[in-house]
């Protein structure tokens, strides 16, 4: 009986065809179609999900401490030095300023210092972060010497805190110009975030903040380029008459810039202390001269910070000889009085392309500050060439005249 069995089990012809065959790795490959399909889809939601999580981090913790600087912004706030008979006190205003491209602003923060907000590559980096630039701080002390505080520094995050992300735009821009929504002192941030490896999409974020140091609208001091969509121009702080006769305190001078006459500039040096600095340091060997601007035998020169004058190289009325060193060509500069302002627009349209350049000690106003030419090859971009350029918006007052 067993036999019989196996002899039918191996005569048997019944089995799978061949149609059976196709029909069934047909549905196998549909299957793993459909699988692959789902875990693309999964794998892609993942990513995107994955993308917004960073974006939001990243967003976060830059606009956290943007909010942070620009909500304490002091406005309005005096700050008064200079005392003694017959003595004027310099005041300066604090202002929070926007420029007219709306991707810096200036302002003092909270904690009283000077520092303007923008986005920008830094050092080495391949990445646009965000970068606050703090202003030098410093204190009068006796006489004309200035005790330096800090000096000025760039801060910026960590690469590794962007997460693979870097700024793609960041606008900074009045909330509502026409006061009809939001009261004047609040400020509109738009931030736009992108993966320079194009790993994620974009993250685009937006936010209000309120400036609480600011009391009511009449106590407002803000110089405000136009926002997005806004055509408003720019509210010149009023000053004070030119009187170049007048030199001012030690450290100190103005560079006037005046509207509706040409823009040509005028300058005033503050009293040049060279000759009584290096008597007053007797014995010693050297002595501490102060930044300002200063006037020599019809010639302007702008010190943007102290300099430490070597008696051994220089006499008691060598001041030109000490301006002119080639070794002061980063640290003496020339203005030129009634000199061109130059604007970008020239920079687009003009000199470049012309090849009339600014000379040294002319001024180009760019990205709403004011730099001082100091190499007549230096490029238009001035964060290009820094070493062509001197920020001297400090020491910038608009002056009206109809």
Known sequence: MNRKKVRDAVSDRKGVTLIELIVTFALISLFVVLS??????????????????????VSDTLMDKIVGEIAGAQVGIKQVSGEGKGKA?????????????????????????HIYITSDKYKNSDIKQLI?????????????????IYEPVNWTFDEKAYLGYEI???????????????????IRIDLTLKHHQNKYGDYSATRYVECYNFQSEDELDMIIGPGKGDKEEPVDPPTPPVNPDSPDEVGDGKIYIHHNKDEVLNI???????????????????????????????????????VVVNKNDYKEN?????????NMRNKCHIILDKGRIY???????????????????????YQGRYYLCNDEGASPNVGANPYGWVDVTSYVEIKNEN
Request: net charge negative; with cysteine.
């Open 36 to 57: 692959c399909q789902v875990m693309a889809s999964a794998m892609n939601l993942y990513h995107k999900i994955q993308g917004i999580n960073y974006g939001r981090q």
């Open 132 to 148: 606050i630039f703090y202003y030098r701080v410093e204190t009068t002390e006796k006489g004309s010497e200035k005790k330096v």
């Open 343 to 365: 604007t970008e627009e020239d920079a687009e349209y003009g000199w470049w392309k012309s090849g009339s350049k600014p000379s040294r000690g002319n001024i180009y106003i």
């Open 168 to 186: 793609k735009e960041l606008q900074f821009s009045l909330a509502d110009p026409s006061g009809n929504i939001y009261s004047p002192n609040v």
């Open 268 to 306: 005033k040096a503050a009293k040049n202390p060279y000759k009584k600095l290096y008597k007053e340091s007797s014995d010693a060997n050297t002595f501490i001269f102060p930044a300002g601007i200063y006037k020599e035998n019809d010639t302007y020169y702008f010190f943007p910070k102290d």
């Open 89 to 113: 006190a310099a005041s300066t205003e604090h202002s929070l300023i926007i420029d007219n491209s709306g991707n810096k602003i200036d302002l003092y923060d909270g904690s009283g210092s």
């Open 318 to 326: 060598d001041f030109d000889k000490f301006c002119n060193n080639d």
